[in-house]
């Protein structure tokens, strides 16, 4: 009897632990003293937790002797705090995509899309995967190879350019989003209940709401070979690009290797955002795109006459940075080659036509 009793008891000593180290995580991750705003999320993990634990057994007695499986809390913490904020999140995205006034039936339409359809704070996974993103004419392009990122970075992308972040589904914990101008589909849901309500509601709604379109994108493409002096004037047009309100691609397609890319690229970047700086021309980037054949960084302008538009200059950081070296070195070696291009050392002739010292047949001066 006491052999099967040991195992009970240290497996509810466990919990019992787990469930107190999961508890001090969340006040700190909330930042919440008050015990009555806790009371609803503590109740909720104590049926929660033993569940996942039990989870965390079963995969584990199932799976193979080398595979290994650690239990993350944090992330059951995250989304528990996330469903106690969120009626009150509910709440501000109905008092901001509802016109005043609005009829109860719109008002339940809109809820009911947005149980459907989580927006920004109403995400409860911890980490999302973009994979479309609404374009300057309004149509949803592919976003191409992006690596998972968490809802705060998503939602900072998307609000830079006057979007915001939608879920479309959830799959192993990762929710697949979309960044967009959601306010013109919900109206369009709503608009029979606005105008059954009256004119007036339904003239407030059919306001567009003032945005700056943005126009053609425009690349710009060079060599990782290239000097001081081509940074500095090309710098200084792509940020002329942008204060046009033209996205700009920067990117490098000839290189020797992925390490002399991306420090060629990050000393572009950098001039750019001293200009940018002198001239006050606000703009963010958008992703950092890398493959076997280049290697891009995407720039969009900020339309500062949205409501959710960036007011500060963003650019990559390290961790972008590392990422992207990373996945060309990856995409890199499984080509098999070291960049797009070799350099010789053998010289070549060359005709510097007519001047006043001699010269050999490779142009070089001779004394």
């Known amino acids: ?49 033993p569940q996942q634990l039990a989870a965390v057994r079963f995969n584990s007695s199932t799976a193979n002797s080398d595979d290994e499986f650690s239990f993350d809390s944090t992330e059951l913490i995250q989304r528990e705090a996330a469903l106690t904020n969120l ?19 719109a008002r339940s339409k809109v809820a009911k899309y947005l149980r459907d359809h989580p927006i920004d704070q109403l995400i409860v996974c911890p980490t999302v995967q973009v ?12 976003a191409g190879n992006l690596s998972p990122m968490s809802v705060k970075e998503a939602m900072e992308a998307a609000h830079a350019r006057g979007f915001v972040v939608v879920q479309m589904g959830e799959a192993n914990g990762k929710a697949f989003v979309r960044l967009r101008n959601e306010k013109k589909r919900i109206l369009a849901i709503i608009a029979e209940d606005l105008a059954a309500a009256g004119s007036s509601v339904s003239d407030q709604a059919a306001e567009p709401e003032e945005q ?12 990782d070979v290239v000097d001081a002096h081509f ?19 920067v990117g490098i397609q000839q290189f020797q290797s992925a390490e002399s890319a991306i420090a060629k690229l990050r000393e572009m970047c950098v001039a750019m955002k001293g200009h940018a700086e002198t001239g006050n021309v606000i703009h963010h980037f958008t992703s950092v795109n890398a493959s076997d054949r280049e290697i891009a960084v995407l720039f969009s302008p900020s339309a500062q006459g949205r409501e959710n538009s960036a007011k500060s200059i963003k650019h990559p950081g390290e961790k972008e940075w ?37 010269v050999d047949r490779f142009g070089r001066r001779m004394m």
């Open 1 to 49: 009897m006491r052999f099967f009793c040991f195992p009970f008891r240290c497996q509810q000593r466990s919990h019992e632990s787990m469930f107190r180290l999961a508890s001090c995580r969340l006040v700190a991750a909330m930042g919440v003293t008050s015990p009555s705003r806790l009371n609803p999320v503590i109740r909720r993990m104590r049926y929660v937790l």
């Open 87 to 105: 009626s009150s999140n509910t709440e501000k995205l109905l008092q901001q995509f509802l016109p005043p006034n609005a009829p109860e039936s």
């Open 131 to 142: 994979t479309h993103i609404e374009d300057e004419a309004g149509e949803e392009k592919k």
């Open 212 to 223: 700056l379109r943005l126009k053609k994108s425009v690349d710009h493409i060079f060599r």
């Open 231 to 249: 940074i500095s004037w090309k710098s200084k047009k792509i940020v002329e690009d942008l204060k046009k309100m033209h996205p700009v691609k």
């Open 322 to 358: 590392n990422n992207a070296l990373s996945r060309l070195q990856g995409q890199l070696r499984k080509s098999g080659r070291a960049g797009t291009y070799t350099k010789h050392d053998v010289l070549k002739a060359r005709n510097l036509g007519a001047v006043t010292y001699r």
